[in-house]
């Protein structure tokens, strides 16, 4: 009988836990290969051994997940090529500006009827305008692609603690329905909503929430002014999301995707943890230095979404409706103070 293959492509913090969650499925779910293929991004390590060699012998990803097995049918490998050679479903889990060059890397090596999945929370700007990291995948390689976003900060899930996440299909709700099935644990309960758009765009536009939730803690305004920025936050997300797209639905923003991660990530997210740093330095120290770091290698998400979304919407004339998002850009990159995240809502909004 054909046995599904399954290879994850990244293997950072996220990257690490999927792995992880999808290999104890494959060993149970007889319809799979029991063993998972994780690309690695090769680096090394201050011992000098790499990355992909460590993880291999200690299954367990010392430098992106420190003290959890991966599960012995997990097998990292840092050849891209080799990686997803035979694979018949790829997950994607790389910070979102790495994966235009993987997806060239990519053209002609995959199977034509591999089936997707990004789990990856961002965007691109092109010339022609903003494009969803699973659209970039779909039409580079010209494959389809699913979606999983959701209230998911990787190191709770690695020590499986209960959490939610939410797939995002196009039409092909049996397609869903496999990505539900090889995600789905105890612990870890996936729902599918056809919603393609609005689930992916939740995933990204939080992380600039996250950023301005970050400033206020960095300022210590309190939890009256962060539950604030964070219901503004949800209105722009909202309206940003269907104003690009008018397929996007309501009930999607009360998924996993939607409030919950904007609630978790504002809680404890890296992009919070960061632009407090930001903040409490009066925005002295760049977001580049405090990511180095604070965050080992790991890689923030909001502060690129903030500039891609400023794109956006100074291309479109749409500024004025948007001031949580344009004024976390304008902090980010220095123009405007920590303090303005509260200061700057005379760009008056009512969508
Ligand atoms: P990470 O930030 O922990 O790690 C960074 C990764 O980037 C490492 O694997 C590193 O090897 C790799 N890398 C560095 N330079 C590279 C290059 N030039 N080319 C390719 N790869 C390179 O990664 P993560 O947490 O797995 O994040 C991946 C995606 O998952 C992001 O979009 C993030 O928003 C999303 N996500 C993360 C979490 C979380 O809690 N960590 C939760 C949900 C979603
Ligand atoms: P951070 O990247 O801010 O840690 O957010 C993680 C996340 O997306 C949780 O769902």
Redesign the pocket.
Same mark, same amino acid.
Do not use: R
């Given at each position: 009988l054909h046995k599904t293959k399954v290879t994850v492509v990244?293997?950072? +913090?996220?990257?690490s836990v999927a792995a992880k969650l999808i290999a104890s499925n494959t060993l149970r779910l007889s319809s799979f290969h029991d063993e998972v293929r994780m690309w690695v991004?090769e680096?090394t390590l201050p011992s000098g051994e790499k990355l992909t060699d460590a993880i291999n012998r200690n299954n367990e990803n010392v430098k992106?997940l420190p003290g959890i097995k991966l599960g012995k049918n997990v097998v990292a490998d840092p050849d891209l090529d080799n990686a997803v050679n035979g694979a018949n479903m790829l997950v994607f889990?790389?910070?979102?500006q790495?994966m235009e060059g993987?997806c060239k890397r990519l053209v002609g090596k995959i199977k034509v009827d591999v089936e997707a999945i990004s789990?990856?929370?961002?965007m691109e700007v092109k010339m022609e305008g903003p494009c969803m990291i699973s659209t970039l995948i779909s039409e580079q390689l010209g494959i389809n692609c699913c979606v999983l976003m959701g209230a +998911?900060?990787?190191n709770e899930i690695a020590l499986e603690k209960f959490s939610e996440a939410t797939v995002g299909y196009r039409e092909n709700r049996a397609i869903a329905e496999k990505w539900v099935h090889l995600f789905s644990t105890p612990y870890f309960i996936v729902t599918p909503v056809q919603d393609v758009e609005g689930v992916e765009l939740c995933g990204t536009l939080k992380?600039v929430v996250a950023i301005a939730a970050g400033f206020v803690d960095g300022l210590e305004m309190g939890n009256n002014t962060k539950a604030a920025i964070m219901r503004i936050g949800l209105r722009e997300m909202k309206a940003f999301s269907k104003m690009l797209f008018s397929s996007v639905k309501d009930s999607t923003f009360f998924e996993s995707c939607g409030v919950a991660d904007l609630i978790t990530t504002c809680l404890g997210g890296r992009n919070r943890k960061v632009a407090e740093a930001f903040a409490r330095g009066g925005g002295k120290r760049s977001f580049d230095e405090l990511e180095a770091e604070m965050l080992q290698?790991?890689?923030l998400?909001g502060v690129s979404t903030a500039k891609e979304v400023y794109e956006v919407l100074s291309h479109r004339g749409w500024l004025e409706f948007f001031p949580l998002f344009a004024t976390v850009h304008e902090i980010c990159i220095g123009s405007l103070p920590p303090s303005a995240i509260v200061e700057h809502f005379e760009r008056k909004p009512e969508l």
């Open positions: 990244g293997s950072g +913090n996220w990257g991004f680096e992106y889990v790389t910070p979102h790495f993987i789990l990856i929370k961002g +998911n900060i990787a992380n290698g790991q890689k998400q």
